[in-house]
């Protein structure tokens, strides 16, 4: 089993990093392989809605999302972690989950989804809950620990002080392997769980 970690801090060894290698040695230690990938300091352009992925199986934009797709797809489930600006995920992040969730049509029911701020004092959870939503609406189980998937720390490194957020990571870490053995097990028992046809409702008649 695997999991994709997606780091979309522009520093590769800061804050949001330190939590995501506590929960990527915790996610190893119980026997779940991951992959890791920088993205913060990526060109990534948002959506243009041209819906050239519809026709096509890729984005129009021939660029990391792209490339990680396949790693997502094949991936049991996906860690994304974020530095909180302005109260929500950096626009990076934003730019890479959006484009890499609507350009892809793979199912992801009963992936596995787990989110992961840091921040200097506060909107942890008002970013922690922006990128949540990526998974509820894609059938994907989000993972929960003892505290919202949040660490605190404002300069590079700061967060090994806050050992609570450190412990938060692990005990996510530790649900999520659980989660994906529990989900695998009864995969293999019976299957995903059967679909109905999809219904789609606009608003405005």
């Known amino acids: 089993m695997k999991v994709l970690i997606v780091n979309g801090s522009p520093h590769p060894k800061g804050n949001t990093a330190i939590a ?3 929960v ?6 119980n026997g779940i392989g991951t992959s890791w990938i920088d993205i913060g300091n990526q060109d990534i352009r948002g959506c243009i809605a041209c819906n050239f992925c519809k026709k096509n199986g890729r984005c129009v934009f021939n660029d990391l999302v792209n490339e990680s797709a396949a ?10 972690g974020s530095p909180v600006y302005f109260a929500q995920a950096n626009a990076t992040l934003s730019a890479y ?5 609507y350009s892809t049509s793979f199912d992801k029911t009963m992936k ?23 998974f509820t609406i894609s059938q994907m189980p ?8 949040s660490i605190h720390g404002r300069d590079q490194g700061e967060a090994v002080q806050d050992e609570e957020g450190l412990q938060t990571m692990r005990t ?3 649900n999520m392997a659980f989660m994906l053995q529990a989900i695998q097990d009864q995969k293999d028992r019976s299957g995903l769980p059967e679909k109905e046809p999809g219904i789609s409702t606009n608003y405005i008649r």
């Not at 989950?97 to 969730?101: A, D, G, I």
């Not at 989000?142 to 998937?149: A, L, P």
């Open 112 to 134: 596995v989804g787990a989110a992961v701020v840091a921040c200097r004092r506060g909107s942890a959870s008002a970013a922690f809950d922006q990128l949540n939503k990526f």
């Open 20 to 22: 995501l290698r506590e």
């Open 97 to 101: 989950m959006t484009r890499l969730f």
């Open 24 to 29: 990527q040695k915790t996610l190893e230690e």
């Open 142 to 149: 989000v993972v929960s620990s003892q505290y919202w998937n």
């Open 71 to 80: 790693v997502f797809e094949e991936a049991d489930g996906i860690v994304v």
């Open 172 to 174: 996510l870490g530790k």
